[in-house]
């Protein structure tokens, strides 16, 4: 079964500075997509960055960039310059091509202090 | 901007009495999700549409959860009767590319989810 572990329930960063959310998954397919989702407080959750496994670049969104590491299963979020808008819950998902269902972390809880 | 519209936002019941969500999808969407998501964990997926069919609804509990998209839009879930474990916000999200599309990166929309409270 498809598995998507966060070991940081928590993180939090002074504005402007930049943080990285750790994400790792255990698959044994080839063909599959992973995003980074954010869900703000009492807000519906949006989608962040996505990064498809057969591509060896790392995704990069404005002030949001991934580091993808396929042979380690791991799937890390760097957000740059850090605002007071970021702060949310993050969750990491990874999706098997050709199925639709994602598959969710825990989520880590981002705190920016002032 | 095109979003997922879900009602009620906020729902209270006592244990044993039927509670209802609805869900109207991003227009035009083909396949239609609903995720159960317990305070401090991330969603989990309870019943997928493609149109009107069911294709997935393996972790659904179909003694007490039932889910319809009758005409290929809007969709109901339904729980009946609710258990105090039901406590949770309920998630519906649509993507615009349907089940079989191999290999397509499509994005899943989230409507605001509806809460539930079961005393």
């Known amino acids: 079964a498809q598995t998507v572990t966060q070991s940081q329930p928590e993180m939090s960063v002074q504005e402007a500075e930049t943080v990285t959310l750790s994400c790792t998954y255990d698959?044994?397919?080839?063909?599959?997509?992973l995003f980074w989702y954010k869900q703000p407080p009492s807000r519906q959750m949006i989608l962040v960055i996505r990064q498809e496994a057969y591509k060896q670049q790392n995704a990069t969104e404005n002030r949001f960039s991934v580091n993808f590491q396929k042979a380690a299963k791991s799937f890390s979020l760097k957000i740059s310059d850090s605002q007071l808008g970021d702060a949310a819950m993050y969750f990491c998902?990874?999706?098997?091509?050709?199925?639709?269902?994602?598959?969710f972390g825990q989520g880590t809880r981002l705190t920016i202090n002032p | 901007e095109a979003e997922v519209a879900q009602s009620p936002r906020y729902k209270i019941t006592e244990k044993s009495q039927a509670v209802a969500f609805w869900c109207d999808p991003i227009?035009?969407?083909?396949?239609l999700y609903w995720y159960r998501q317990i305070l401090g964990q991330g969603p989990e997926l309870l019943v997928q549409?493609?149109?009107?069919?069911?294709?997935?609804d393996s972790q659904l509990p179909k003694d007490r959860f039932s889910a319809e998209r009758l005409k290929g839009v809007d969709s109901t879930l339904k729980i009946q009767p609710a258990e105090l474990g039901d406590s949770a916000m309920y998630l519906c999200?649509?993507?615009?590319?349907?089940?079989?599309?191999?290999?397509?990166?499509?994005?899943?929309?989230f409507g605001p989810g509806t809460r539930l409270t079961v005393l």
């Open positions: 698959t044994s397919e080839s063909d599959y997509y």
């Open positions: 227009s035009g969407h083909a396949t």
């Open positions: 999200a649509s993507s615009l590319a349907g089940f079989w599309n191999r290999g397509v990166t499509d994005t899943q929309y």
């Open positions: 549409f493609q149109d009107e069919s069911v294709v997935d």
């Open positions: 998902a990874y999706r098997v091509g050709g199925a639709q269902k994602l598959v």
